[in-house]
């Protein structure tokens, strides 16, 4: 999956990006409760993606 397809998924649910790391983008959810570490890399792993969108229920 690409990069550019979790992070759309991740704004339509209200997430944000908070800040840029060395190897991942921290990104919050919109109630600030939330923080997850997305890769930096053009290609996700296909199952990290889902297992991703099912722990936030994205």
């Given at each position: 999956?690409?990069?550019r397809a979790v992070e759309?998924?991740?704004k339509k649910a209200g997430w944000s990006l908070k800040r840029h790391g060395a190897n991942h983008?921290?990104?919050q959810s919109?109630?600030?409760q939330h923080m997850?570490?997305?890769p930096r890399h053009p290609?996700?792993?296909d199952k990290l993606a889902?297992?991703?969108f099912k722990k936030h229920g994205i």
């Open positions: 999956m690409q990069r759309q998924r991740f983008d921290i990104w919109k109630d600030g997850e570490r997305l290609k996700f792993n889902q297992a991703l």
